[in-house]
């Protein structure tokens, strides 16, 4: 039995929008592609464009940096959402002097009354070194909190290492 909300961490280039996408493919519903990046680079530009290539027509794809709320209330349960990234969706209210806590009830407020079945993809920051400036640490115990409440209303966590999933929490289809 599928899972109805999935949260899938992992480092970066490890994998796991690749699995993500998978999983949301095997649900075989109509597919929603939440994408909350915003393109400010040509290095960013050409992340977005593999990920935009490795999906086909079948993805409805709705560009949202900022308030996922709208997009998750307008799903039914017939279909299923990836939203790709919580770190991205964070990083852009940091940068926008946004009220984090305030923000952050209002997406897991949305996730839980959402029609549709859920992936949520995120970026494990814990694992390195203490950054070395304020904000860095600010995002990264922001984040860090992200996850955890991510991790605590999903009734599957998975961490993908290397492109293998490890499962945290639930379990696999």
């Known amino acids: 039995m599928l899972p109805r909300s999935t949260f899938v961490l992992g480092g970066a280039a ?16 109509p597919m929603v592609y939440l ?8 290095e960013v530009e050409a992340r977005v464009k593999i990920h ?9 794809t709705v560009e949202e940096p900022f308030d996922l709320a709208p997009t998750l209330a307008s799903l039914s ?6 939203i790709d990234c919580a770190t991205m969706w964070l990083t852009n209210h940091l940068m926008n002097d946004a009220n984090l806590e305030i ?16 992936v949520i993809v995120s970026n494990e920051v814990g694992h390195g070194i203490v950054p070395d400036n304020a904000m860095a640490r600010s995002f990264r115990e922001a984040q860090g909190r992200l996850n955890i409440t991510l991790a605590a209303q999903a009734e599957l966590a998975v961490q993908v290492i290397a492109g293998l999933p490890q499962v945290l929490k639930g379990r696999l289809p």
């Open 77 to 82: 349960d017939k279909q299923v959402v990836l």
């Open 14 to 29: 490890s994998g796991k929008s690749i699995w993500a996408e998978g999983l949301v493919e095997s649900y075989n519903l």
């Open 52 to 60: 935009k290539n490795r999906r086909n027509l079948r993805w409805q």
């Open 103 to 118: 923000e952050q009830a209002r997406l897991l407020n949305a996730l839980q009354t959402c029609a549709a079945s859920w």
């Open 35 to 42: 994408a909350t990046g915003q393109v400010f680079d040509d």
